[in-house]
């Protein structure tokens, strides 16, 4: 009986690990959860596999929808992000390179209309 439950718990934690381990179809792998206090996920983040230095983050409503999406590297924001409202609908996009805003940035009233289009420093030199 002692052999049975430790072949079991051998393969629960088997299973775990192959669960969490598991690569997305963006050939993201997932390497982070963070829960709030009630256990609700917040927060995941994702290394991917073309740029092992560079990861996803993906920030979630308490709902579960998906609040914002960006990339950082060396834990500076680098790559696009958007931002989206509690409907789903996107409130913000635009491209980050080292912290800094670079080029063309979306900004949407909640009915998806555009709202207002702004530009920022092209060479991502810190003008905002």
């Given at each position: 009986m002692?052999?049975?439950?430790?072949c079991t718990g051998t393969l629960l934690?088997?299973?775990?690990?192959v669960h969490c381990n598991n690569q997305r179809p963006d050939n993201a792998?997932?390497?982070q959860i963070m829960r709030d206090e009630d256990g609700i996920v917040y927060k995941r983040v994702f290394t991917l596999s073309m740029d092992p230095n560079r990861e996803r983050v993906e920030?979630?409503?308490?709902?579960?929808?998906?609040?914002?999406?960006?990339?950082?590297?060396?834990?500076r924001l680098d790559g696009p992000r958007q931002l989206f409202y509690l409907s789903g609908m996107l409130s913000e996009s635009g491209n980050w390179r080292n912290d800094c805003r670079i080029g063309e940035f979306r900004y949407y009233r909640e009915d998806g209309q555009l709202d207002c289009v702004q530009y920022y420093g092209l060479l991502g030199d810190g003008s905002r």
């Open positions: 002692t052999t049975a439950l430790k934690l088997f299973i775990i690990a792998t997932l390497k920030i979630y409503f308490k709902s579960g929808g998906l609040k914002e999406r960006y990339f950082r590297k060396a834990g």
